[in-house]
């Protein structure tokens, strides 16, 4: 067995030419598990090799050497060595060992969890995230590791960044649910409801064959988003996975009464309800989404009134929704003025309210604008769906496995005259 030290002297004479870091890595792979029991020493031999050049073999060496326990007292070296690593390693000698590289950033995350510096890891996952795609549609193992940080660390807008691009190739499932509940919560801080909602029926439509507990909770979350934001929740579409319309709704039973006494309208029932289940909700980490179902409460019933009446005092908005005073209901109808959610003016006079139309004509700029970059975003979408659809009618084992399943027919099952004609 080679010494720790011939090791090194490998790494440096062979990082130079593609071939020869292909050689270092058939080496470093034979001499994997002599590495992983000589973890704690190889910390020592780190400052031999420069991250940049020899980002192969230092990758190997930072791998083995924080395989084991960390202690507090070497956290601090690590995560400054996984920092300069990432920032400069060479992104094709990375790719040759993409799972140590994965390995090394959840350690590197696992970290600043513990040290609760969330903040501190988040440039360096976003350059990690940057590095391991093949192009901007691959979704990485990392981009969850990634988003979660920066929801601990309450960086949401950095998280869009990421959040931005459209994903199309997919590593393993977990991947994609995480990613998607991840995404949704980083909305949710932005108040972004709307495409919170996406990335949550994402989470939840997505193709499963046995229920998992990410899922679950996306659907929570779901039930509470779209009570706040339309206030009622959709039913399933129709690609979602038998899977789940079969047995989220056993798992969410509590979010499923909730959704139920929010239709009834009553504020008083649905503030108790609440306050019934509140340990419930609180442990699930949704006891804030709960209390703004409950505010949002008499918005959808100031709404519900603009269908019914053209006119109506403030003291019967008041007195129809539950507020207190007629200045309270004031406030309200102000509040869902300026938020473009009703179309209403007050007259302070005499307190009366006036709802009218939605003055939308649908025929300015900004909104010709708006309706032809969603018509070339679909295009696009088209477009790649179509391409992706060839690809996979042209996969050996797409054809191998739909030749399996497609019935086979003999000729004589035909019948050479259709009996219309007899």
């Known amino acids: 067995m080679e010494s720790v030290g011939a090791v090194v002297a490998h790494i440096q004479g062979l990082s130079g030419s593609s071939e020869e870091v292909a050689h270092l890595h058939s080496l470093l792979k034979q001499s994997e598990d002599y590495l992983t029991s000589q973890g704690p020493r190889l910390a020592l031999f780190l400052d031999q090799l420069d991250p940049a050049k020899h980002s192969l073999g230092y990758l190997f060496l930072l791998d083995a050497c924080s395989s084991g326990p960390i202690s507090r007292e070497q956290a601090h070296g690590f995560l400054l060595s996984v920092v300069d690593f990432i920032n400069c390693c060479s992104v094709e000698q990375i790719r040759l060992a993409p799972e140590k590289f994965i390995s090394v950033c959840k350690r590197f995350k696992d970290q600043v969890m513990d040290l609760q510096v969330p903040l501190q890891g988040v440039a360096p996952l976003r350059t990690a995230v940057r590095k391991l795609q093949s192009s901007s549609e691959h979704l990485t193992t990392l981009h969850s590791d990634f988003l979660l940080l920066c929801i601990l660390a309450k960086c949401y807008k950095t998280g869009l960044s990421i959040l931005e691009e459209d994903i199309f190739e997919v590593d393993q499932p977990k991947d994609l649910f995480l990613y998607c509940y991840y995404g949704g919560m980083i909305n949710i801080g932005l108040k972004r409801l709307g ?108 709404q519900r009134l603009t269908q019914t009446y053209l006119t109506l005092s403030l003291q019967d908005i008041a007195n129809t929704v539950q507020l207190k005073t007629a200045k309270e209901a004031e406030m309200h109808v102000l509040q869902m003025i300026q938020d473009g959610e009703i179309h209403a003016t007050i007259n302070q006079k005499d307190g009366m309210v006036s709802f009218h139309e939605d003055p939308e004509q649908y025929k300015t700029c900004d909104m010709i604008e708006h309706i032809d970059t969603s018509i070339q975003r679909l295009m696009t979408l088209s477009r790649k769906l179509r391409s992706i659809d060839e690809h996979i009618s042209c996969d050996p084992a797409y054809v191998t496995k739909v030749g399996k399943e497609r019935p086979k027919f003999d000729f004589d099952e035909f019948d050479p005259v259709p009996h219309k004609f007899l």
């Open 195 to 302: 495409k919170a909602l996406e990335y949550l029926q994402n989470a939840v439509t997505a193709p499963m064959t046995s229920l998992n507990s990410i899922a679950v909770e996306a659907y929570k979350k779901y039930i509470l988003v779209s009570l706040i934001h339309n206030g009622q929740v959709p039913s399933f579409p129709k690609y979602t996975s038998v899977t789940a319309q079969r047995n989220l709704k056993n798992y969410t039973q509590l979010y499923i009464d909730l959704a139920s006494c929010y239709a009834a309208g009553k504020f008083s029932e649905l503030e108790m309800f609440i306050q019934t289940n509140l340990e419930k909700f609180q442990n699930d980490s949704n006891l804030g989404l709960a209390k703004q179902v409950l505010a949002s409460l008499y918005k959808r019933n100031i």
